[in-house]
């Protein structure tokens, strides 16, 4: 797996923060069973709270393995990383399709129904305290 830390123009990201991030990766992967997936996974930290006036992160998939994970660093960053990260292990296990619109093999549509009630959603936002849960777990 490879992931990178840069800020949101490629710019150079403190160390410490850019080994939490991959530290916490690499305890997200594990705890969603993804780690042997050959990843590539860049994530952007904002010096913000909140990205585009709207999110506190989200998740591209470039391809199949290539992921850009954007995070707001003045959030619950960590929470929204653990978040994003289920992101990837429902591309990954091709659970989600890329335009959004397939759930599980069962078509969807996103635009009629609420953003929490999305089923991709709501199992990013019940599995991020479990990832969190288990990193602090794995820190001691």
Known sequence: MLVEVTGPKGGQVDPHLVWRVN????????????????????????????IDDSVEG???IIDPRTFEIDVALYSNWMGVLAH????????????????????KSKPIDPDE?????????????????????KYEERKV
């Open 23 to 50: 530290h916490a990766i690499a305890s997200f992967v594990k705890t969603l069973g993804i780690d042997r997936f050959k990843l590539n996974i860049l994530v952007r930290v904002h010096s913000k709270a909140i």
């Open 84 to 103: 994003e990260m289920v992101h990837v292990k429902q591309y990954v296990r091709k659970e989600l399709d890329y335009k959004m619109c397939t759930w």
């Open 58 to 60: 989200w998740c591209e």
């Open 113 to 133: 129904m609420d953003y929490y009630d999305r089923p991709w959603e709501a199992e990013a936002f019940a599995l991020q305290d479990v990832l969190l849960a």
